[in-house]
């Protein structure tokens, strides 16, 4: 067990396939020390209550003790091993502490990568919730931004590659829902919103065409937005799919045509053989699709640094006119899809001229209803 191995380093074995040196506990017989290996072999042994009753015990008794942070982060371990969604977030909150009380221990970044994995073991396929997904971004962007040099660094890494990879699936399924659909302002807000937040993502030269697609079926008042998108597929999706249909698009739009940079070509290529190698991998796609939890290898073919600004990557702005544009589209669009709308406004055009007259048949109907509705409230 990952975190139980880490307590029993920090009593002097090792620690996530890491050795740190043994302290010499064999030296005294300190009541601490008998209460902290005692506690040790309950985590051990799964008696996680009672191992967290004698490290309270060993804190409130001992404040002074050299087993004090050990303790601690011993008690956070217990709750990650115990697991579940209570044990999880219990785990979470104690080694956030951890961090908070001993922010100098040598063993902070250990505690900072198990509160990332506290949300990265609850993560959920991407169509369903993305709240720990999302806890597990940030707190692994902590990670590699406070203690970049630690151990715990290039697996950190490469977890948040595979939650960023998760969350733009999300996104992106979304996207194309509303790209199928026709809905092209909600595609290009959700997937334009994708691209620029995680550049890595697997299936991003898909996501930049279908905002390319969905700028110039708007009918914008020019064609910038569109052409800007269809640019970038060439020049950093050089070997996409869309490649040659961008072309033609710009062609058609009256705009000067990219080359990609030997530099980008030799990237897409070497994307493309280590993404072919993934979909060879079938039996792990096919236990992708029948298992609860959601199947992340994908990432691990992708080029590139996880993104650590994900908050504050943003699409570029958009111009006044493009912003009213969409907002007529959108009014448009709802008058199409509610008949009310439309009803009222006609309505409201015809409400200087006469009304027709209401049959007596009606009239009769009216006040029966007026009537049971004054006895029988949800009439």
């Not at 990265?120 to 169509?127: A, F, G, S, T, V």
């Not at 595979?162 to 959700?190: H, M, N, P, T, W």
């Not at 990557?313 to 709802?334: G, N, S, Y």
């Amino acid at each position: 067990m990952v975190a139980l191995g880490a307590v029993l380093a920090l009593a002097g074995t090792s620690c996530h396939r890491h050795k740190h040196a043994a302290p010499d506990l064999a030296a005294s017989q300190e009541p601490d020390r008998l209460l902290f290996e005692k506690s040790l072999e309950d985590i051990k042994n799964k008696r996680y209550e009672v191992a967290r009753l004698t490290l309270q015990t060993l804190i409130n008794a001992y404040p002074d003790s050299d087993y004090l942070d050990r303790a601690k982060l011993a008690i956070a371990d217990s709750w990650f091993e115990q697991g579940g969604s209570t044990g999880l977030g219990q785990a979470e909150i104690e080694y956030k502490d951890f961090i908070t009380f001993f922010p100098n221990s040598p063993h902070a970044a250990y505690a900072q990568y198990q509160a990332a994995m506290c949300h990265y073991r609850r993560l959920e396929k991407p169509d369903r919730d993305r709240s720990n997904a999302r806890r597990a971004e940030r707190e692994f962007q902590l990670l590699l931004k406070n203690f970049a040099e630690s151990e715990y660094a290039a697996d950190g890494g490469l977890k948040l590659k595979e939650v960023q990879e998760l969350l733009a699936e999300s996104d992106y399924r979304v996207g194309r829902f509303y790209f199928i659909k026709k809905s092209y302002v909600a595609s290009a807000s959700r997937l334009e919103e994708l691209v620029a937040k995680y550049p890595n993502y697997s299936r991003l030269d898909d996501a930049v065409w279908m905002v390319a697609r969905s700028f110039e079926k708007m009918g914008l008042p020019n064609p910038e937005r569109a052409a800007l998108y269809y640019a970038r597929l060439l020049t950093e999706h050089p070997l996409s799919e869309h490649a040659e249909g961008a072309k033609q698009q710009l062609a058609a739009l009256e705009k000067p045509i990219p080359e990609p940079t030997p530099e980008a070509l030799a990237r897409a290529q070497q994307q493309k053989e280590l993404l072919e190698q993934y979909e060879r991998g079938l039996m792990g796609k096919m236990f992708g699709m029948f298992s609860g939890k959601p199947f992340l290898a994908r990432a691990h073919a992708m080029l590139g640094e996880p993104v650590l600004d994900t908050a504050e990557r943003k699409p570029p702005p958009r111009t006044d006119e493009e912003v009213e544009a969409q907002r007529k589209i959108l009014v448009e669009r709802m008058a199409a899809n509610n008949p009310n709308v439309a009803r009222n406004k006609e309505e409201k055009n015809d409400e200087n001229g006469p009304k027709p007259k209401q049959p007596e048949s009606e009239k009769e109907t009216d006040k029966k209803r007026s009537f049971l509705r004054a006895l029988i409230p949800f009439w």
